[in-house]
T-cell receptor
């Protein structure tokens, strides 16, 4: 157990739908990073939150959004889903750059 | 834009031999370089990292070298074992308020018994 908790582990949904992925960082970690891993794109950085504030954005689509709550858990919202959004979504929490990844949420869009 | 190239994409070695994976980064502001191992269906796990003020770091059978001038860094695994078989990712990060990683495309390492 890495200490980073992601739910759900698996998600199957239809095109056009909206889903929310949840991440709880390790106790004491203020940073949450979101990454997308797909077969053709590898591991792609999406967004970074630190103590509730957005710190950096990567190749995150406008249909995707995220937030970090006062208790430091984070949610990644994916809307108007397309087949190409099927991927593994990881969150990670970080101390001094060393990121610990959660087990991921496997999203399948059908 | 920022980019990290990783080679080779696949690597097969005999058990006991050494394996070397190489990465090149483009952002000269990068100063933190972690390596992650990912087994099938599992999360990436940090195996070693190096910061730009150091040229080499070793941890048992694993070592990483960094050449900032050439923007190259490499992972060296000695005395490989079957359990080393996995996908290895290099990453680069510039620490300016964030440690967002730019990942390489991964190397699938197979250690043949």
């Amino acid at each position: 157990d890495s200490g980073v908790t992601q739910t759900p582990k698996h998600l199957i949904t239809a095109t056009g739908q909206r889903v929310t992925l949840r991440c709880s960082p390790r106790s004491g970690d203020l940073s949450v990073y979101w990454y997308q891993q797909s077969l053709d794109q590898g591991l792609q950085f999406l967004i970074h939150y630190y103590n509730g504030e957005e710190r950096a954005k990567g190749n995150i689509l406008e249909r995707f959004s995220a937030q970090q709550f006062p208790d430091l858990h984070s949610e990644l919202n994916l809307s108007s889903l397309e087949l190409g959004d099927s991927a593994l979504y990881f969150c990670a929490s970080s101390v001094d750059g060393r990121s610990t990844f959660g087990s991921g949420t496997r999203l399948t869009v059908v | 834009g920022e980019n990290v190239e990783q080679h080779p994409s696949t690597l097969s070695v005999q058990e006991g031999d050494s394996a070397v994976i190489k990465c090149t980064y483009s952002d000269s502001a990068s100063n933190y370089f972690p390596w992650y191992k990912q087994e099938l269906g599992k999360r990436p796990q940090l195996i070693i990292d190096i910061r730009s003020n150091v040229g080499e770091k070793k941890d048992q059978r694993i070592a990483v070298t960094l050449n900032k001038t050439a923007k190259h860094f490499s992972l060296h695994i000695t005395e490989t074992q079957p359990e080393d078989s996995a996908v290895y990712f290099c990453a680069a990060s510039a620490t300016s308020g964030t440690y967002k990683y730019i990942f390489g495309t991964g190397t699938r390492l197979k250690v043949l018994a």
